[in-house]
Structure formats: C-alpha cells, structure tokens
C-alpha cells in the first residue's frame, strides 16, 4: 500500500509546541518537527519501505508512525482515491490565492459557533467590555452641522445611478454635504439596551452583534471651512479629531498604489476596525468575516449616501496596510486598516456626463461579449 501526506496541511509554533494542522478536517497534532519530516517523505504516493530507507528509520517504527498519522487524517492511503480525490478536486480556482487564502478559508469555515446562552454571556461579560467609542479627548476638535440635509433622491434614483468615479472636479465639496455623508454613514442612528453588552450603537448599516467595532478616519484636502489634514470621526460627538495638519492626500495615494481615485478625491475615509470590540464578544475565527462583511456594509453606504448626496464615490482594497495605519497612527494589530473610501464631485464630459472609466457598453464591445 502506498501513502501520500493529506493535501492542506499548516505546521505552526505555538508557545513552544510545535502543531502540525489538517485545515480541512481542523484536526491538529502537537508533534515533534520529526513528524512533520515524515509528512514531508510522504508528499507523494510512496510505499513506507522506501521511505523508512530513504529517512533511515526502522520500518516498523515507521509502519505505526505512519498507522497513526492515517487514522489522525495526516496521511491518506492509495486506497482513499489516490490521496484523496476529495482533498483535491474542485480547488483551482483557489489555487491562485495560495496556501494564504486557503488557510482563511478553512479556519473560517464551519467554526463552532458558541451558543448564546445566559451563562455564555455572563461568562464573556464578565471582563471588562471594550468602549463603545474610539475618542481622542485631547485632539483639537471640529464639530460638524447637526442638521443634516436630506438628499431628496428616490431610493431608486440612488441606486441605478451609483457608480465608481474616479476623476473629480477640482473644486471642494461643501461642509454641510460632507457632514451629512459621515453622520448617514457613520454616525449614530440609535441605542440599544443589549443586556449584559450594555448600551451599543446602531449605524444605518447592520454590524454583526451590533459590536460596531470600525472607525473612520477622514483624510481631507477639499472641503470647504476644514482644514486640511488627517481626522479621526469622532462618532459620538459628530465631530472630527484632529491627527495631523496639512496635506496628506499624496501619501495617502501613493498607499493606494498611487489610484486617481484617491489621488483626485478632495477627501477619502479609511476605514479600520478595532478588533478587541469584535472579539471580545465573538470568540471564534468566523468573526473575521464578519468584520470584513461589516466593512463592506459601510462601504455600500457610504457609496449610495454620497451618491444621493450629488457625489461619486471611489472604493479600493488596494492599499499599503503599513503605510496607511502609520499615516493614522494606529498599530496594524489592536486596530488594522480594512478599507479606503474616497469621494468627490464628478468631472464630466464636453455633454455633461461623469467621466467613468469603464463607459456603458456600445456595439462595437457588445460584439466582444460572449454570456454563454
Ligand atoms: C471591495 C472593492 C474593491 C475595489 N477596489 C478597487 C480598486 O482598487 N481600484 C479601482 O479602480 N476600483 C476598485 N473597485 C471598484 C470596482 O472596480 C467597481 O465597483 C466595478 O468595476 C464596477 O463598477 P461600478 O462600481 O461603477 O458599478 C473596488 C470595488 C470594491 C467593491
């Protein structure tokens, strides 16, 4: 009988243990590195004689190193479909992404969900919970119009006409639609009395567990009666915190691989998440998704309310994590960079139209198209 290694397998120290990790199975072995030679030896179809001979280790040691490594799911068998026609089949498209991406999706998928019982919660609450709100108490602060104006679109107008821009006039953008952008984005919509969690927030977009664990950073260039410079949105307040003076959109652009849309915008949003807020309640790795979907909530928000508000939004996952974050002063660890949004009033055309970059479709390219 031959044997191969199973296809996805992570080796990792933790503290001094050394783990060897099936991340389709999620079975997990704290061995010796040795074991993880033998896995090595076995990365194709091999008889165990010959690896035993190859290795210079005694064949029926290896014979119940290698039983037990089978029965653990580390090893598959000849038997098993040629080592595993289910471990392989199915996985190219992922094959571009890496073991990276593969060890996401794994350690991501079908994580054991703990169950939201009263001693559940009491049990988490018992640690001091994470503040709601990020403040910079002793930042110079600009507080923004509380009124804020109601774009007067319909629903359906907003939608169909939301697209991404990415070359905008030269002009700022008026305080007051700004304002009104981060407050319908960002702010707070309401509070709710979560029980053990205490008070939270609610946003216009949906948070998972209502945890709002995201920030906005407000990188400004163009709006009329701010000053340039970087600003953390205090949420709370409707206000923004000054971080540093002066113009950072260049930096900020070439952090996004040097995009027009961030390059032109007159002010750009980052978007990071203070993660201990997120985890604090969900203690299991599908909570990263989560937080990458919530991104993405305000994301679509922000890109419909600036839309209503007669701007273009820009949106990239593009972005230099370090560089960013150092432009914030935020760690990249407690607090990491997720999003950069961007927006400006539309540059158009000698006809009056936005300038978008992939225009409608005309006859010529819908001769190209093969929908098949
Ligand atoms: C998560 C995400 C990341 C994106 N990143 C970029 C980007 O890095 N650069 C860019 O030019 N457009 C980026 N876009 C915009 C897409 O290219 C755009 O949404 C797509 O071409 C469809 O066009 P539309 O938004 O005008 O409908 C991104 C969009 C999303 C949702």
């Given at each position: 009988m031959k044997y191969r290694s199973a296809k996805h397998l992570e080796c990792f120290w933790d503290a001094s243990n050394f783990f060897v990790k099936n991340l389709m199975t999620k079975a997990r072995i704290s061995t010796d590195p040795i074991a993880a030679s033998v896995l090595c030896s076995f990365s194709e179809l091999r008889f165990v004689s010959d690896v035993a001979q190859e290795i210079e280790l005694d064949e029926n040691v290896l014979d119940s190193e290698v039983a037990s490594l089978l029965s653990l799911g580390f090893l598959e068998s000849e038997e098993q479909g040629g080592a595993g026609k289910h471990t392989e089949e199915g996985f190219d498209a992922w094959v571009p992404w890496g073991k990276e991406g593969l060890s996401f999706y794994f350690s991501t998928r079908g994580a054991p969900f703990t169950e939201s019982t009263d001693e559940v919660r009491e049990e988490i609450t018992k640690d001091p919970s994470p503040p709601v709100f990020k403040e910079y108490k002793d930042a110079d602060r600009i507080f923004l119009p509380r009124h804020h104006e109601d774009p007067g679109h319909s629903y359906q107008e907003v939608l169909y006409r939301r697209r991404t821009h990415r070359d905008f006039v030269d002009a700022p953008v008026r305080r007051e639609v700004f304002s009104a952008l981060m407050a319908m984005t960002f702010g707070v919509k309401d509070f709710i009395?979560?029980?053990?969690?205490?008070a939270l927030m609610l946003r216009t977009s949906p948070a998972g567990g209502a945890r709002h664990e995201l920030e906005a950073y407000a990188v400004i260039t163009g709006v009329a009666g701010i000053a340039p410079g970087i600003y953390h949105y205090n949420v709370r307040e409707h206000s923004l915190e000054l971080l540093q003076e002066g113009e950072f959109r260049d930096p900020l652009t070439r952090a996004c691989d040097a995009q027009s849309g961030v390059g032109e915008a007159p002010f750009s949003v980052v978007l990071t998440s203070v993660v201990s807020r997120l985890s604090f309640k969900y203690r299991h790795p599908r909570a990263y998704r989560v937080m990458l979907m919530n991104s993405g909530h305000l994301g679509q928000t922000f890109a419909l309310t600036a839309t209503a508000l007669g701007l273009g939004p820009f949106q990239t996952a593009a972005f230099n994590d370090s560089a960013v974050e150092e432009l914030l002063g935020v760690d990249g660890v407690r607090e990491t960079a997720l999003y950069v949004l961007s927006a400006g009033v539309p540059a158009v055309d000698a006809n009056g139209d936005a300038v978008l970059s992939h225009p409608p479709m005309s006859l010529e390219g819908s001769r190209k198209a093969r929908f098949e």
């Open positions: 009395d979560a029980q053990q969690f205490g």
